[in-house]
C-alpha cells in the first residue's frame, strides 16, 4: 500500500497570503495524484487532478505541481472560505490512499 | 449539474447488515468509474471500494474483503454498497465518488 504523507499538519496563514502544502508518496506515483478540500461540516470537493490539472469551477488561485513523489498545492492568495482541511489522494495503485490532511487556518 | 445522493445509512448492532445506495444524475453514469470512500468521526477518508463502468471490476481495501460487496446499476444510474457483518470501526460518514464529484455522505452507526 501506497503511503501518503502531509506537511504541516496544521498551518496558520493570514487571509491574502500565500500557502503552501506539501504531500510525499512512499512510491513513484507518477503525476496520479489528486487534492481535495474538505470544509468543516462539508463534504470533500476535489480541487486537482493530474497532480496540476484544476478541476471545473477551481479558481485560478488554486494551483498544484509535482510528480513521482513529491507534490504541492499553492493557493496563492488566501481567502476566506478556502479554510479547510486539504487531502491529498493517490490513484496510480490500488488501494487508492489519502493523506492524513492538511489543517489550513487563520492566522 | 452532477447529484451524487446516497441513502441507507443507519444505526445497526455489531454483525448486522446494510445497504448503501447512491443515485446518480446529471452524468453519463455507465461511463464512469464509481466508488465510495468513508470518514469516520473526526478522522480522514479512506477509500472503501471501487467498480468500473460494466462492474465486471472491483477492489476493495484490505479491512472490508469478504464483508462488503459494491455493485452497480447502469440502467437506473445507481451505485450500491452491500455490508455485512459489520463492526464499529466501519462507523462513518460514506460518500460515493466519480473522482470528480462527491455526494454528501450518508452516516452508518455501528454500536450496541
Known amino acids: 500500500e501506497i503511503v501518503m504523507t502531509q506537511s504541516p499538519a496544521t498551518l496558520s496563514v493570514s487571509p491574502g497570503e500565500r500557502a503552501t502544502l506539501s504531500c510525499r508518496a512512499s512510491?513513484?506515483?507518477?503525476?496520479?495524484l489528486a487534492w481535495c478540500q474538505q470544509i468543516l461540516g462539508q463534504a470533500p470537493r476535489l480541487l486537482i487532478h493530474?497532480?496540476?490539472t484544476r478541476a471545473t469551477g477551481i479558481p485560478a488561485r488554486f494551483s498544484g505541481s509535482g510528480s513521482g513523489t513529491e507534490f504541492t498545492l499553492t493557493i496563492s492568495s488566501l481567502q476566506s472560505e478556502d479554510f479547510a482541511v486539504y487531502y491529498c489522494?493517490?490513484?496510480?495503485?490500488?488501494?487508492?490512499?489519502f493523506g492524513q490532511g492538511t489543517k489550513l487556518e487563520m492566522k | 449539474e452532477v447529484q451524487l445522493v446516497e441513502s441507507g445509512g443507519n444505526l445497526v448492532q455489531p454483525g448486522g447488515s446494510l445497504r448503501l445506495s447512491c443515485a446518480a444524475s446529471?452524468?453519463?453514469?455507465?461511463?464512469?468509474?464509481m466508488s465510495w470512500v468513508r470518514q469516520g468521526p473526526g478522522k480522514g477518508l479512506e477509500w472503501v471500494a471501487t467498480?468500473?463502468?460494466?462492474?465486471?471490476?472491483?477492489y476493495y481495501v484490505e479491512s472490508v474483503k469478504g464483508r462488503f460487496t459494491i455493485s452497480r446499476d447502469n440502467a437506473r444510474n445507481s451505485l450500491f454498497l452491500h455490508m455485512n457483518s459489520l463492526r464499529a470501526e466501519d462507523t462513518a460518514v460514506y460518500y460515493c465518488?466519480?473522482?470528480?464529484?462527491w455526494g454528501q455522505g450518508t452516516l452508518v452507526t455501528v454500536t450496541s
Open positions: 465518488v466519480n473522482f470528480l464529484h
Open positions: 446529471g452524468l453519463t453514469f455507465s461511463n464512469y468509474w
Open positions: 467498480i468500473n463502468q460494466d462492474g465486471s471490476k472491483k
Open positions: 512510491q513513484n506515483i507518477s503525476s496520479n
Open positions: 493530474g497532480a496540476s
Open positions: 489522494q493517490q490513484y496510480n495503485n490500488w488501494p487508492y490512499t
